[in-house]
């Protein structure tokens, strides 16, 4: 049964650092990775979507890598802004078209 | 990215009323759809998978006949929540993944508050 960690839980910075979040997971045959945003009471917002023969993908700010070996997602957030405050989920899918299984995300805070 | 579409963002209801959640998919058509629950805290918790024109399958320990899906068009999948109870009071999220396109687009969720 797949399972996804992320740690830490919750992450403070002073703006303009760059941080690294992370993700892990347990069966390393997925199919692809997907970090998502989720701002306080809203949905989700797909930040970055890496397919299982992909080592890593980037998009503005944000790199995030997949080592499918170890088990092991990273998210890259350079010059973080105070406005990158959010909860950040990492989500596995088994198979194209399957379900995707969620870490318990990383709550984070950037102080102005 | 493709567009999800979730309705109502918050609803209140009295005790023993049903509700209903509509997820729509507006620029593509969506064989599968997701329905989740979230926690306050916490991270999401797959409820269902909704395949269209066919019968919804449950994760384990979720009650069908409490929370009803039906997927009747490839834009549309619907959740009801039959005779709510507070304990059922949570944040619904839909996802929906277009055939082929494996990214999943998340509704904006919906908050039910049973009083």
């Known amino acids: 049964k797949q399972e996804v960690t992320q740690i830490p839980a919750a992450l403070s910075v002073p703006e303009g650092e760059n941080l690294v979040l992370n993700c892990s997971f347990t069966d390393s045959a997925i199919y692809n990775l997907q970090w998502f945003r989720q701002d306080p009471g809203k949905g989700l917002t797909s930040l970055l979507l890496i397919q299982s023969s992909q080592r890593e993908q980037t998009s503005g700010r944000l790199n995030a890598s997949l080592d499918k070996s170890s088990g092991r997602s990273t998210l890259y957030i350079a010059a973080s802004q105070p406005g990158d405050s959010a909860t950040y989920l990492c989500?596995?899918?088994?198979?194209?078209?399957?379900?995707?299984?969620f870490g318990q995300g990383t709550e984070l805070s950037v102080k102005p | 990215g493709a567009v999800v579409s979730q309705h109502p963002s918050r609803v209140i209801c009295k005790s023993g009323t049903s509700v209903k959640i509509e997820c729509r998919s507006l620029?593509?058509?969506?064989?599968?759809m997701f329905w989740y629950r979230q926690f306050p805290k916490q991270s999401l918790m797959l409820m269902a998978t909704?395949?269209?024109?066919?019968?919804?399958?449950?994760e384990q320990g979720v009650e069908k006949d409490k929370f009803l899906i039906n997927h009747a068009s490839l834009t549309l999948s619907t959740l009801t929540v039959t005779s709510a109870h507070p304990e059922d009071s949570s944040f619904y999220i839909c996802?929906?993944?277009?055939?082929?396109?494996?990214?999943?687009?998340f509704g904006q969720g919906t908050r039910l508050t049973v009083v």
């Open positions: 620029d593509f058509q969506a064989t599968t």
């Open positions: 989500a596995v899918r088994g198979t194209q078209g399957g379900k995707l299984i």
């Open positions: 996802s929906a993944s277009s055939p082929g396109n494996t990214e999943a687009f």
């Open positions: 909704s395949n269209e024109g066919s019968k919804a399958t449950y």
